[in-house]
């Protein structure tokens, strides 16, 4: 009975591992396809298609741009939500919950919504769309999150070294450069990290706050016009490979010592 | 001359003023702007600035809005309730019965594609299930089916790529809520005379459905407002509610109406987030 019972959660838990990893498999898999339909029979194992991608100069721009907005909009999203976890950790303000509250609002707004006010707002602005704006979006998105996690991780245990740094002499500003932010460094890094994941993946913003200039997601999404293709499986299977990276960079590196201290 | 105290807010607003400042222009002002531009209305290709219901009424009145918003609502219903139920098994076997030592890798594992970026995941889905692909090849080779199936395309297919999703964020909310529980409640439990069932009834679901409802939140308002999965995987035979927005800044390019259209999305996922945290609080109380 009890090995009938191992058996039946074994099964599920490859049933469900096999779901989850269907599409992925396929994806890479046809992605080395060396005719010209990323469909079954595979043939090849060819590199053909990551040829094209990389001599595609539009992809490799969109890339780069990516990698651009990505890590900007992220330093300046881990800076604004970095000031305010500081300053709603360490100062008695008045009305700090409604303050929390309207910092991680974004959060539970959909990113089409936020697209579309941002967009309107431009408008009528009449500031265009560039990478910018689309830098612009990704740092609302992003600092709720970044804000989020730093707030969590401003325990009270660093209070007394932020005083002895300010009797020795160190003012506000310094105390924060100097004292706290080294201390929650892990933490930093791990924000920084998600934020640029979620704006390297990021489609909808960067596709209604665009004109010229776009990023990865959005080329790839124009590529997607023209059908199924082993170009967008080997551009697909590369982004893929970017995200997981980044993941894994933060899991082992990073939140091991969060979780450590 | 300020005092100590006094001096010491100063500080503390001059600290967090870069943030607000930065919410309030790129998020609050927006989406007060938004709010306006839903009262004024698109006539002979200008924007014009009335202050009427006239989008709202229009989004009762025609038929095929209404059927977005029912379609969405749908959808996401179906998609939360499969994805509660394909997950919660998962966490709690990687939980309860994967050896220590490898339960870290096992979520891992079980959620490492949740980083595929939301346009590569959706295209990889449709390489599975279009006419041609792997499914029904496969399917075909076999014998089961002699007609390649009609997968891409469909609700069945948008389901089925949201699902994959949400499985995954599904399992580690509930996986970290059996972990913060421990073992304890499932041994006392069971040395007061409960058997399986019943401690999974009567001890772990209640005790989990906290994280349950964290998840089923995540999983609606994420799922409401996505685009990118039914455009590329549900075709246009049945329009989602974003695909419809979508439509009116693109083609129509009848941002009033867009506008709107946002609003009572936002207005379902607001009513959403109450009925959840009144539920939590009431579980706890």
């Known amino acids: 009975m009890r090995r009938l019972t191992t058996l039946g959660l074994s099964g599920y838990l490859a049933a469900v591992y096999a779901f989850i990893y269907l599409p992925v498999i396929v994806l890479v898999l046809f992605s080395f396809q060396s005719g010209r339909f990323p469909i079954p029979p595979l043939n090849g194992p060819s590199l053909r298609w990551y040829e094209a991608v990389l001599s595609d100069s539009r992809l490799t721009d969109a890339l780069l741009n990516s990698l651009l907005v990505a890590s900007i909009s992220s330093a300046v999203a881990c800076l604004l939500g970095f000031i305010a976890a500081y300053a709603l950790a360490r100062y008695k303000l008045p009305g700090t919950g409604f303050q929390r509250a309207l910092i991680t609002a974004p959060l539970t707004v959909s990113y089409l919504i936020i697209g579309l006010g941002l967009l309107i707002t431009f408008n009528m602005a009449g500031v265009s769309r560039s990478l910018l704006t689309v830098g612009v979006g990704h740092v609302v998105i992003?600092?709720?999150?970044?804000f989020a996690i730093l707030y969590s991780l401003m325990g009270d245990?660093?209070?007394?070294?932020?005083?002895?740094?300010?009797?020795?002499?160190?003012?506000?500003?310094?105390?924060?450069?100097?004292v706290t932010a080294p201390m929650l460094m892990p933490g930093i890094i791990a924000a920084f990290f998600l934020s640029v994941t979620f704006s390297w993946d990021e489609f909808i913003i960067a596709f209604l706050l665009s004109r010229f200039d776009n990023t990865l997601p959005v080329e790839i999404w124009s590529l997607l016009r023209s059908g199924l293709n082993p170009k967008t499986n080997a551009?697909?299977?590369?982004?893929?490979?970017?995200?997981?990276?980044?993941?894994?960079?933060?899991?082992?590196?990073?939140?091991?010592?969060?979780?450590?201290? | 001359m300020m005092d100590a105290a006094r001096r010491e807010t100063v500080k503390g607003w001059s600290f967090i003023a870069p943030t607000l400042l930065w919410t309030v222009a790129f998020f609050v002002v927006p989406f007060a702007i938004m709010a306006v531009m839903s009262l004024w209305k698109r006539i002979g290709g200008k924007i014009v600035q009335t202050w009427s219901l006239d989008n709202y009424v229009?989004?009762?009145?025609?038929?095929?809005?209404?059927?977005?918003?029912?379609?969405?609502?749908?959808?996401?219903?179906?998609v939360t309730l499969i994805s509660i139920l394909l997950a919660y098994p998962l966490a709690w076997i990687i939980a309860e019965r994967v050896p220590q030592r490898w339960q870290r890798l096992a979520l891992i594992l079980a959620i490492l594609p949740f980083w595929t970026s939301y346009v590569v995941r959706s295209y990889a889905w449709l390489l599975v299930l279009a006419r041609n692909g792997v499914i029904n090849q496969a399917l075909l080779g076999i014998g089961i089916i002699d007609e390649p199936l009609e997968l891409a395309s469909t609700r069945t297919a948008t389901v089925i790529?949201?699902?994959?999703?949400?499985?995954?964020?599904?399992?580690?909310?509930?996986?970290?809520?059996?972990?913060?529980?421990?073992?304890?409640?499932?041994?006392?439990?069971?040395?007061l005379g409960a058997n399986g069932l019943q401690v999974f009834w009567y001890v772990l679901l209640p005790l989990t459905l906290p994280g349950i409802m964290v998840g089923a939140f995540l999983t609606f308002v994420l799922c409401i407002g996505d685009y990118i999965t039914p455009q590329i995987l549900g075709g246009n035979n049945e329009l989602l509610l974003p695909q419809v927005i979508m439509l009116q800044i693109g083609r129509r390019a009848d941002l009033p109406?867009?506008?709107?259209?946002?609003?009572?999305?936002?207005a379902v996922v607001t009513l959403a987030y109450v009925l959840c945290a009144r539920w939590l609080r009431l579980e706890r109380a």
């Open chain 2, 257 to 266: 109406t867009a506008a709107a259209l946002s609003i009572l999305l936002m």
């Open chain 1, 235 to 261: 551009v697909g299977s590369l982004v893929f490979l970017v995200s997981i990276v980044m993941v894994l960079f933060m899991e082992i590196i990073v939140f091991r010592k969060v979780i450590r201290r």
């Open chain 1, 157 to 178: 245990h660093q209070i007394n070294i932020e005083r002895a740094a300010r009797d020795l002499g160190a003012n506000d500003l310094e105390v924060m450069a100097y």
């Open chain 2, 58 to 78: 229009a989004f009762f009145g025609k038929s095929h809005l209404l059927k977005a918003m029912l379609n969405s609502l749908e959808v996401t219903v179906l």
């Open chain 2, 161 to 191: 790529g949201f699902v994959h999703f949400f499985v995954m964020l599904l399992t580690l909310t509930i996986y970290a809520n059996l972990v913060q529980l421990g073992p304890n409640y499932r041994r006392a439990a069971a040395d």
């Open chain 1, 142 to 146: 992003n600092t709720p999150l970044c």
